[in-house]
């Protein structure tokens, strides 16, 4: 890490530690040191798997070959996946009173394994399972993955994975709450996130409208670094909200 990442970093340092409304936005990038990829790019899910099993019309039509992909992905694979350094320092800036809320667009309910509360979870959770016909909700532990596709324990409907599949609109709540704090936040921190999801990814713009100080945290630049970013910390999650942390706390 060169000179002017240290002092990049140690500014980025002050101005969280002064802040009066703290938010992290977060994307795939950030649970990548957990060891989930991310969907886009060369190592990328969708290099592997095709993505018309998350289509909401595919999935109806034919539940048992969107399971058999979706059970590898999101629970043989992600459900063993745990927080990483990124993720816990997030947690430990909420205990101190500084971090407001996460925003999140990942599913893999990493934040709530690492502590955060307040978790505004823009596209769902895969930790939790939806029936497509009375709508009850159950824990991924409540679910049997065999015989697939899961059925309802009330009614014996088809359960659907409690995140947003392609063509579903985002969660009311969610939303509202998200926009609501971009609104609020004084710093707003954005970590892992390509900026080209849509309409996530107007979230930070909305900070962005008022005086908001934007930090964001990535190994490469986003549609958001060179529009919206204040003090861009050219790196990895973990690494650099390690580093972040120590200074906070030497500041
Ligand atoms: P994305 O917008 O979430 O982008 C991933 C970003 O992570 C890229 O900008 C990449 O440079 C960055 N990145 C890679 N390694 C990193 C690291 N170690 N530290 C910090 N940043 C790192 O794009 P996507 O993956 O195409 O995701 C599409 C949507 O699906 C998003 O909403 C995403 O959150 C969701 N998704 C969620 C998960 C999950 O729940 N873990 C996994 C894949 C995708
Ligand atoms: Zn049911």
């Excluded at 994307?27 to 290099?47: K, M, N, Q, T, Y």
């Excluded at 009850?136 to 324990?153: I, M, Q, R, S, Y």
């Excluded at 609104?183 to 908001?212: C, H, W, Y």
Aim: hydrophobic content about 40%.
């Amino acid at each position: 890490m060169d000179l002017s990442f240290n002092q990049k970093s140690l500014e980025a340092a002050s101005i969280i530690k002064a802040s009066k409304y703290l938010v992290a936005f977060t994307g795939a990038g950030i649970s990548v040191e957990s060891g989930i990829p991310p969907f886009r790019g060369e190592d990328g899910l969708w290099s592997k798997y095709d993505p018309q099993v998350l289509e909401l019309g595919y999935f109806h039509q034919n539940p048992y070959e969107s399971w058999v992909v979706i059970k590898e992905i999101f629970y043989d694979f992600f459900g063993s996946a745990q927080p990483n350094s990124a993720h816990k320092v997030l947690a430990v800036l909420e205990s101190m009173g500084l971090l407001k809320c996460v925003i999140t667009q990942n599913i893999d309910d990493l934040h709530q394994k690492a502590g955060n509360t307040i978790v505004h979870e823009f596209h769902g959770n895969s930790q939790k399972m939806v029936c497509v016909d009375c709508h009850a909700h159950f824990g991924v532990d409540e679910v049997e993955l065999t015989p697939l596709p899961p059925k309802c324990n009330h009614c014996q409907g088809l359960l659907k994975p409690d995140f947003i599949f392609f063509g579903e609109s985002i969660p009311t709540i969610a939303y509202q709450e998200s926009l609501k704090a971009a609104e609020l936040a004084d710093v707003f921190l954005i970590i892992g996130s390509t900026g080209e999801v849509m309409p996530a990814n107007q979230v930070p713009m909305v900070a962005k409208r008022t005086e908001t100080t934007i930090i964001e945290i990535n190994p490469e630049p986003s549609r958001y670094t060179s529009h919206i970013t204040d003090i861009y910390l050219k790196g990895k999650a973990g690494e650099v909200m390690t580093l972040l942390l120590e200074n906070i706390r030497k500041i």
